[in-house]
């Protein structure tokens, strides 16, 4: 079993529409989470990062923890074709060494 | 403000040929280091990470290594290439320490193609 497990997608949704992602973990001890956006052929760019259970927003984007079901996710709301991207989901125990998920990829059709 | 670069952006190398992949990061002081490679689904794989000049910490068993001959700069190497160390290359830097100690900053990335 993988550490953290990311439905590779594709996912594809129409323009305006909600995009909702996630990724489930087994290690207990992660307790920073963060999400990653990566368009094509480019490094990975920070999107959302949570400390232990919660939620959090920043402007059309939301990402909830539940430490409890080891389960995290993202919400995208009113998506625009420019967040057609991969996104990768990773964690940490605190050990400044990052878990991350296989990446799921985004298409939002204009 | 913190900039992290990478090079070369692409390269194709014979198997069997070394190779060197370097990484410099401006504006911060005694950064975290890492590089990870990036396989088609199958996610981020930790090669190696540093906490400080000359100290360097192998997460998988493999023929490439890593050097940090100066606080900024880490650099990827391998003297024999193999096919499968084809894939896209990535340099990384955090903060020393502290909960951003585990918040990541991406260069942009190298494209390596063994033949």
């Known amino acids: 079993q993988k550490e953290v497990e990311q439905d590779p997608g594709p996912l594809s949704v129409p323009e305006g529409a909600i995009v909702s992602l996630n990724c489930t973990y087994s290690?207990?001890?992660?307790?920073?989470f963060m999400w990653y956006r990566q368009y094509s052929r480019k490094g990975p760019e920070l999107l959302m990062y949570t400390y232990s259970s919660g939620n959090k927003e920043d402007g059309r984007f939301t990402a909830q923890v539940d430490k409890s079901s080891k389960y995290i996710s993202l919400f995208i709301r009113d998506s625009q074709p420019s967040d057609s991207a991969t996104y990768l989901c990773a964690m940490s125990a605190g050990d400044y060494k990052l878990s991350f998920g296989a990446g799921t990829t985004v298409t939002v059709r204009a | 403000s913190q900039t992290i670069h990478q090079w070369p952006a692409t390269l194709v190398q014979p198997v069997g040929s070394p190779l060197s992949l370097e990484c410099t990061v401006e504006?911060?002081?005694?950064?975290?280091l890492y590089w990870y490679r990036q396989a088609a689904g199958r996610g981020l794989q930790l090669l190696f990470y540093s906490v400080g000049i000359g100290q360097i910490s192998s997460e998988v068993p493999q023929n490439l290594s890593a050097s940090r001959p100066q606080d900024r700069q880490f650099i990827l190497s391998s003297k024999k290439l193999l096919l499968s160390d084809s894939g896209f290359y990535l340099c990384?830097?955090?903060?020393?320490?502290?909960?951003?100690?585990?918040?990541?900053?991406f260069g942009a990335g190298s494209r390596l193609t063994v033949l």
């Open positions: 990384a830097w955090s903060v020393e320490g502290g909960a951003g100690a585990n918040v990541l900053t």
């Open positions: 290690n207990s001890a992660f307790q920073y």
């Open positions: 504006g911060t002081s005694n950064p975290n």
